[in-house]
């Protein structure tokens, strides 16, 4: 490794480390600026034992004195302490139980939609303006412009309901399967768009031309040249896309109520269960700079001729 690219990494290692501070920093005073708290809801508390239980989790105290406090034990113990609502367990237990699911949906769902949308990009792209090309377009603009709710509800609606193919409820065996197609059809969409571009614009570069006219090889020039420079793009987006898609499937683990990571979010945010937000938007963070990080550094592997600074 290059002094130049250890620079560039340990650089974009401590911009991701201050970019995490500061979404911890934001999302906690927001968090407690909004009006009421996380026992307002219990059913027949007395004043004396909302006290007793802001006291016992801390919520008592002056609050710089919690987010120095909360700031200390993320950074010194990863420790996110204990859930307000469900009593007796730690976030962190929380969110590993529920990413257990929610990975294996998002690294299933993120790959199926990076081979699907490369695989019909580089179709589209090879048979510009013909019949397949248009249909491609058709399909994958249609894709980009419906929200996840409605196709996760039309595909419910028809696989689940009407042909009774596919179990609706995402804990059971064979349940990932609809939620998987849900998540994977915008980014293949999206990616089969990219794909399309970027390789229509290197395939009208001089260096394919001077390839084509040395003789080289129809499949040689895609495969060997055309198509691994059109990536880049790709991996650009493919890094994030994948943490969104293990943290942000609020809406679809819903639909199909698959036991992940954004139903127990989605749970925090109504209960006002704080360390739960907290620890779950951590976590998001840390799989966004992660994915952004790897997703640069990948742009070395792919293409040599770009100087990381």
Not at 178 to 183: A, V
Not at 249 to 271: D, H, K, M, W, Y
Request: overall charge positive; glycine content about 8%; proline content about 5%.
């Amino acid at each position: 490794m290059s002094p130049k690219t250890l620079k560039y990494i340990l650089k974009r290692i401590a911009l991701a480390i201050l970019t995490v501070w500061v979404v911890i920093t934001v999302t906690f005073f927001v968090m407690h600026a909004v009006p009421g708290g996380p026992f307002l809801g219990e059913k027949a508390i007395s004043q004396a034992a909302q006290a007793a239980l802001e006291a016992k989790y801390g919520l008592d105290k002056p609050l710089m004195e919690q987010y120095f406090t909360y700031l200390k034990d993320v950074v010194t113990k990863f420790d996110f302490g204990p859930s307000l609502k469900q009593r007796g367990r730690m976030v962190l237990d929380i969110i590993y139980d529920g990413m257990k699911t929610s990975v294996k949906l998002g690294v299933i769902a993120a790959c199926l939609a990076a081979v699907t949308g490369i695989v019909l990009g580089a179709v589209a792209a090879l048979n510009r303006n013909r019949l397949i090309d248009k249909v491609i377009m058709v399909l994958t603009t249609a894709f980009v412009s419906m929200p996840s709710f409605i196709i996760g509800s039309l595909l419910l609606t028809l696989f689940a309901v009407q042909l009774a193919l596919l179990p609706a409820n995402g804990a059971t065996s064979g349940g990932l399967i609809l939620p998987i197609i849900t998540l994977a059809l915008y980014p293949m969409a999206y990616i089969t768009r990219l794909t399309r571009s970027s390789m229509l614009d290197v395939l009208g570069q001089d260096y394919i031309r001077t390839a084509k006219a040395k003789g080289v090889s129809g499949f040689k020039v895609i495969f060997g040249h055309a198509l691994k420079n059109s990536l880049i793009p790709v991996i650009t987006y493919f890094g994030p896309m994948l943490a969104y898609i293990v943290t942000g499937s609020l809406v679809v683990e819903q639909i199909f109520a698959v036991p992940g990571i954004g139903r127990a979010f989605v749970s925090s945010i109504t209960n006002r269960d704080y360390p739960m937000v907290m620890g779950t938007t951590i976590v998001l963070a840390i799989l966004i700079v992660v994915m952004n990080l790897v997703s640069d550094i990948l742009y070395k592997v792919v293409d040599p001729r770009i100087n990381l600074e």
